[in-house]
Each structure stands twice: as structure tokens, then as C-alpha cells.
């Protein structure tokens, strides 16, 4: 029986905060057969954890090769044994509500193709995400500084300045000095190039992203301009032969730098927290968003969207958000990696966080099509986490509604100030 809670839900335009979407010409021209529509994402991860061989999977994704059965026989055993993770969960939603098949099978795969194709041609991109997943609008971290008014939805597809080599302290000099003219020489050099990034992207970007966290700690550090100067000396000695203490350095003082400017442009700063994509490497001791500490409260004019849920610890960033004046927690990516704590994550945020501070979802994945299963999963799972408060008579019906607007569109317009983003892109293509 469909409640009212439930059904407000499901008919609400959900803010998608974290996708890696492919433009609309690389979708159309060169896109995903319905293999890697379907699998082409975390879910391959969890097939090499069950034991299908990394050359198994690689085999499976080859579009090259069209004989869809032999593909899908090198994986059938782990897919068995991977269906009902939050991964699975999530392409078996995609397979059902998309391609209509309720059981993924070779048979099945090679029946959806004709479909896919039908949903490869121009326009359907947005089609797939605004109209089948419902989505209000989708932010892009496509790794790239560049910031452009989308053309095929500029007022649904949105972009992030990424601010990952900077963070990282291996800047990518040659191509910042391809965007903006500024050959980094010293320091001031490389404050003038960061300056000119987002003098250039800031009016259409709508936030600052960084996942540095996969090569380096979270932690960070104050760093003058002195021991920056020397750091970036010897990156531009030694490049890749330069020391960690010098990338740390580095890094830490750009990290710093692109705040600064999030804060002077009223930016968002996006950070990965927790949980790495991949498989078969994790250094947990970077990952943790407790380390974050000094730089919240070195800014604490920054709006800082910590992502992920800072997977597996999450009562981390609940504590963070219920701290820190400055800290968003976006639940992007957390449904698919592990429904269960995702769901006690939401009900542990109602009663510890305030309530203007949560963003339910994101994708975090390459195609549309996997987006699909990921909204629904997302409303699915959020729907039990605020019956069962329901249920338990810790709020009624009518403050789970209020809830779900708040979490699934309210929060996301107000911290991202989605309308003026909105104005400042039809401004530029005018």
C-alpha cells in the first residue's frame, strides 16, 4: 500500500549532486552497449571481489566484441553472488525499469539491446535522467577545470571545478597554462593561474570538487607562502621525483587557495570522505573526515559538502555536521555502496543533525543509464528510513514529507543557490 509519505517521494524532482557523465556527443557517438550501460560502474568491483577474474570482467565490458553470451559467461557465477549488494540491487533497478528485464540474463541482455540503441540517439541523455529518474538537476565532476554552459540541458546539467591536482600538489602546469596563459614560474605565478580558473568558470560552476583523498591524507595543514614557494620549487625541479613532504606542502596550500576563492566566488567546496571507488586498495587512514578538523575551522565561511557519508565512518561526519556550522553531508554514491548503514545514517542525522543540512543523493557513475537505478534505489531506501521513524512514533507522517522536500531538493537549491546558477548560465549563452 502506497503512503502518502511514499508516494511524495517517489513524485518529487530529486537533486542529483555527484554524476561523472560523459557529454551528450560521446554518449551519442561512442556510448555504452547495454552491458556497460549496465555494468560499467562500481558494480564490476564487486564482480572481482566474488571472484570473477579482472580479465573476465574486462572481456565482459568489450563492446568490441558482440557476442553478448560468451561476455556474460566469464561473470555469471559472481553475478549471482553479487545481486543483492547495493550495487547489484541497483543494476537489477536499472535492467527493470529501463530495458524491462526482471532477470539479467544473456538472453535478456541481447533482447535490451535494440532498446539501448533506441536510447543512444540525441536528446535522450537528458530524457533518461530528467524524465525516467526524475531528477530536478545532475552536478558533473567531469575532472576538468572547464565549467561550460552544457548545450544539450544547460539549464539541468551543471558543472564542478575540480581542484584534485592542486590538492594532490602535483598542479597539471602545462594544461593550466594552456587555459589560462600564465606559465608557473613561482608562486605567484600559480595564485594568478588559480585566480584566472575561476574568474573564468566561477558565474557557471556550481561548486568546487577535490578526491584527493585516494593518493593523499585529508589531513591538513597551515602553510605559509615561504614553505609553499620552496615546495612548488622542487615540483618544478623534480616533478615526479619530488618528495611527499613537498606534495603534502603543496597541496595543503593550494587546497587552501581554491577555499579562499570557493568563499570569494560562493562556491561550495566539495571533498570525498570515506569509501574508494576500485577494488583491492584502500589506505583507511586517509579517508577519515574527522581529519578535516583544522581546515573547517580555518574557514568557517566556507560551505564544505562532505561526500559519501565518509563511509564506514559515518559517525564521523554526523558529529562534523552537528559541529561545524560549515559542513553539508551528501549522501551521493552511500545507497549503492551499503543501503543498510546509508538508511541508520539518515535516521541517525534526523535526530544529531540539523535538518537543512543533508543532501540525499547522487549517482556518482558515467552513463544515464545506471543513474536510473540509483534514484530509484535512493527513493526506495529513503522511503524505509523515514517510515520506520514513522512507525516508531518519532515523527509523524507530515514531518517525514518535510523531511524528504528538505533532503531531496530544499537543501541542495540553498546551499548550491541553484536559481542563481540558473540565471548566470542563461546570461552567458544570451
Known amino acids: 500500500m502506497q503512503t502518502d509519505l511514499a508516494n511524495h517521494i517517489q513524485e518529487t524532482?530529486?537533486?542529483?549532486?555527484?554524476?561523472?557523465?560523459?557529454?551528450?556527443?560521446?554518449?551519442?557517438?561512442?556510448?555504452?552497449?547495454?552491458?556497460?550501460?549496465?555494468?560499467?560502474?562500481?558494480?564490476?568491483?564487486?564482480?572481482?571481489?566474488a571472484g570473477a577474474a579482472q580479465t573476465a570482467v574486462d572481456t565482459f565490458l568489450d563492446s568490441a566484441n558482440p557476442d553478448i553470451r560468451s561476455r556474460f559467461g566469464g561473470v555469471e557465477e559472481a553475478w549471482r553472488a553479487i545481486r543483492h549488494t547495493g550495487y547489484g540491487e541497483a543494476t537489477r533497478i536499472t535492467a527493470r525499469e529501463l530495458y524491462g528485464i526482471e532477470e539479467i540474463t544473456p538472453d535478456a541482455l541481447e533482447a535490451a539491446q535494440p532498446i539501448h540503441e533506441r536510447l543512444r540517439q540525441p536528446g535522450q541523455r537528458l530524457s533518461i535522467l530528467r524524465d525516467k529518474a526524475n531528477l530536478d538537476h545532475v552536478q558533473v565532476d567531469s575532472m576538468t577545470?572547464?565549467?561550460?554552459?552544457?548545450?544539450?540541458?544547460?539549464?539541468?546539467?551543471?558543472?564542478?571545478?575540480?581542484?584534485?591536482?592542486?590538492?594532490?600538489?602535483?598542479?597539471?602546469l602545462e594544461l593550466l597554462a594552456e587555459e589560462t596563459g600564465i606559465e608557473v614560474c613561482d608562486l605567484t605565478?600559480?595564485?594568478?593561474?588559480?585566480?584566472?580558473?575561476?574568474?573564468?568558470?566561477?558565474?557557471?560552476?556550481?561548486?568546487?570538487?577535490?578526491?584527493h583523498a585516494y593518493q593523499r591524507t585529508l589531513v591538513w595543514q597551515e602553510r605559509t607562502d615561504q614553505e609553499a614557494a620552496q615546495a612548488l620549487a622542487a615540483y618544478l625541479r623534480d616533478g615526479d621525483a619530488a618528495s611527499q613532504a613537498d606534495y603534502l606542502c603543496l597541496g595543503d596550500w593550494c587546497w587552501a587557495k581554491g577555499v579562499e576563492l570557493a568563499i570569494e566566488y560562493d562556491l561550495p567546496f566539495k571533498i570525498h570522505t570515506g569509501y574508494y571507488a576500485h577494488h583491492s586498495h584502500m589506505v583507511v587512514d586517509y579517508i577519515r573526515s574527522g581529519h578535516l578538523d583544522a581546515l573547517l575551522r580555518r574557514y568557517p565561511e566556507a560551505r564544505f559538502v562532505l561526500m559519501h557519508i565518509a563511509y564506514p565512518y559515518s559517525h564521523e561526519l554526523i558529529a562534523l555536521a552537528k559541529h561545524f556550522p560549515n559542513v553539508y553531508v551528501d549522501l551521493c554514491w552511500a545507497w549503492s555502496?551499503?543501503?543498510?548503514?546509508?538508511?541508520?545514517?539518515?535516521?541517525?542525522c534526523i535526530h544529531a543533525v540539523p535538518a537543512n543540512k543533508v543532501f540525499i543523493?547522487?549517482?556518482?557513475?558515467?552513463?544515464?543509464?545506471?543513474?536510473?537505478?540509483?534514484?530509484?534505489?535512493?527513493?526506495?531506501?529513503?522511503?524505509?528510513?523515514l517510515q520506520a521513524e514513522v512507525d516508531d512514533g518519532l515523527i509523524t507522517e507530515a514531518e517525514a514529507i518535510t523531511l524528504a522536500s528538505r533532503y531531496m531538493r530544499q537543501n541542495q537549491y540553498t546551499c548550491f543557490r541553484i536559481e542563481k546558477k540558473r540565471e548566470g548560465i542563461a546570461a552567458k549563452m544570451s
Open 13 to 49: 524532482p530529486l537533486c542529483d549532486t555527484h554524476e561523472h557523465l560523459w557529454p551528450e556527443q560521446q554518449y551519442v557517438a561512442d556510448g555504452p552497449d547495454i552491458i556497460q550501460a549496465l555494468f560499467t560502474s562500481y558494480v564490476c568491483n564487486d564482480l572481482v571481489v
Open 145 to 172: 577545470w572547464s565549467c561550460l554552459p552544457d548545450e544539450s540541458g544547460p539549464d539541468f546539467f551543471f558543472s564542478d571545478i575540480s581542484w584534485f591536482s592542486f590538492c594532490n600538489g602535483r598542479p597539471e
Open 189 to 211: 605565478d600559480l595564485r594568478r593561474a588559480m585566480a584566472a580558473l575561476f574568474a573564468r568558470y566561477a558565474d557557471t560552476a556550481v561548486a568546487v570538487k577535490t578526491q
Open 337 to 348: 555502496i551499503d543501503p543498510f548503514s546509508t538508511a541508520d545514517f539518515v535516521r541517525r
Open 361 to 385: 543523493f547522487g549517482g556518482d557513475t558515467f552513463w544515464p543509464a545506471g543513474v536510473v537505478g540509483y534514484a530509484y534505489q535512493a527513493r526506495s531506501w529513503l522511503t524505509r528510513a
